[in-house]
């Protein structure tokens, strides 16, 4: 496999959990949002697997490695914000957390892009 197809790969998966993330951040931010949503438990389960460095999920293992690599968010936060999101207790802290799981996402999703590029050259 070439490195453009793996990277191919890991911008695919961070494009959709980035794309997870900020529609679970619409959806809360709504003032009628009372019930939690499917998504909003999807990206739960995710941030309990990345904290927990799910192994038998490839998706969920790669993106836990890239964020050990930044040491912006650590495993309790986002452990706490998995369980906030699947019982729609969510906070200013946990939305906190939420928006900067987002960012570190769209961050490596720019690192990986210029990968890719960088490979085709």
């Given at each position: 496999m070439s490195d453009t197809s793996l990277y191919s790969g890991l911008y695919k998966t961070i494009d959709e959990y980035s794309s997870l993330v900020d529609r679970v951040l619409l959806s809360i931010s709504e003032d009628n949002a009372s019930s939690v949503t499917d998504e909003q438990k999807r990206l739960g389960s995710f941030l309990l697997g990345i904290a927990q460095s799910d192994t038998d999920n490839l998706s969920t293992y790669m993106i836990?490695?890239?964020l050990n690599e930044t040491d912006e968010l650590d495993d309790l936060d986002l452990a706490a914000a998995g369980r906030a999101?699947?019982?729609g207790e969510i906070d200013t802290e946990i939305r906190r957390t939420i928006e900067q799981f987002?960012?570190?996402l769209d961050r490596e999703r720019t690192k990986v892009m210029a990968r890719i590029r960088g490979n085709r050259r």
């Open positions: 836990s490695q890239l999101l699947q019982k987002a960012t570190v």
